[in-house]
């Protein structure tokens, strides 16, 4: 796939969603970063639920540790592997307090070193809070990419270092949005929307269904 064609993608994409951001209900980079931790092997919808009902009670490094994990995981329990979760979100609240004054860090090195947060994670906090150009490959990104040649690649970090690279520069600061959402609605898992993609006659895919 060549830049004219790639360009041409993202503006269609920009054109449909101006101005587009996470799923994630969220009202401060703490909610988000548990919000994103909560949410490996979950859907949105299903953090969502259960936040919406931990924030209002506990929202800080301070008040989570407060909360307790026992507590805490009655929370979170109907999100996949919240056990470990909990254990993880307590132990980045208080490295929180103890190294960052309860601030989330803004390097992917600082963000990294907190237990529960890997390259993803600290991707989406790096993009979506601090507004740096990064790429955070999920399932649904991973397959838009392959699937329609804007970045094909055999694992996450290929794909995320293509993007990176092919993706044009004015877009990249919300290209990983946009991919998402086309993968979450449009260019889904089994059997893609190709007949209402707005990218249909650019994209790659070789097995395309019009009708």
């Known amino acids: 796939m060549n830049k004219t064609k790639r360009t041409e993608i993202f503006t269609r994409l920009r054109d449909e969603n101006p101005a587009p951001t996470t799923e ?59 056990n470990t979760k909990a254990e993880n979100v307590m132990k980045t609240c208080k490295i929180l ?6 601030e989330v860090p803004s390097t992917r090195e ?20 601090f507004r740096e150009k990064a790429m955070a490959v999920d399932t649904h990104i991973f397959r838009v990419s392959n699937r329609t040649g804007i970045a094909p690649g055999k694992n996450v970090l290929e794909v995320e270092k293509k993007l990176m690279k092919f993706v044009p520069d004015e877009f990249l600061l919300d290209a990983h949005h946009w991919l998402i959402l086309h993968g979450r609605y449009t260019c889904i898992a089994r059997k893609p929307r ?17 009708d």
């Open 194 to 210: 190709c007949a209402s993609c707005v990218i249909s006659d650019l994209c790659e895919y070789r097995k395309k269904d019009l």
């Open 110 to 129: 600082a963000l990294e070193a907190l237990p529960g947060v890997g390259r993803k994670t600290a991707n989406v906090v790096l993009n979506t809070v």
């Open 24 to 82: 994630l209900k969220y009202s401060s980079p703490f909610e988000l970063l548990i919000a994103v931790m909560l949410s490996a092997q979950a859907t949105d919808v299903s953090v969502n639920k259960a936040t919406e009902k931990l924030f209002p009670v506990a929202n800080t490094p301070e008040s989570i540790q407060a909360l307790g994990e026992r507590k805490l995981k009655s929370f979170i329990k109907t999100i996949g592997l919240f």
């Open 97 to 102: 307090m103890d190294e960052h004054d309860s």
